[in-house]
């Protein structure tokens, strides 16, 4: 069982930055595949970053890429979505999720246990 609580959340103007991060409970963290998801008022959850269980594999939509990245500190039981140049369609509940079997890209299928949520808003 894999508790997972984001945090860092919250509101910044267009083209600021905010660093999500993900802390899980549990001794087996670090094989555990990672993923942020967001959901957007009135849409369905859409795939942001994922990264795999060792770092070495990662994954971003290419609404984004460019300007946020993921990363894992696996000493920390910790994953981090650093997000830069932040637009207003940016938006969303962010959610990170574990994938047990060590990767779930961008399929929300692959994902075993999801965290609560948080807010971030970008205002123009």
């Known amino acids: 069982q894999v508790q997972l609580v984001e945090s860092g959340g919250g509101l910044v103007q267009a083209g600021g930055s905010l660093r999500l991060s993900c802390a899980a409970s549990?001794?087996?963290?670090?094989?555990?595949?990672m993923g942020w998801f967001r959901q957007a008022p009135g849409k369905e959850r859409e795939f942001v970053a994922a990264i795999n269980w060792s770092g070495g594999l990662i994954n971003i939509v290419d609404s984004v890429k460019g300007r946020f990245t993921i990363s894992r500190d696996n000493a920390k039981n910790t994953v981090y979505l650093q997000m830069n140049s932040l637009k207003p369609e940016d938006t969303a509940i962010y959610y990170c999720?574990?994938?047990?079997?060590?990767?779930?890209?961008?399929?929300?299928?692959?994902?075993?246990?999801w965290g609560q949520g948080t807010q971030v808003t970008v205002s123009s």
């Open positions: 999720a574990a994938a047990s079997t060590g990767w779930g890209g961008s399929a929300s299928g692959l994902y075993d246990y």
């Open positions: 549990g001794r087996t963290f670090s094989r555990y595949g």
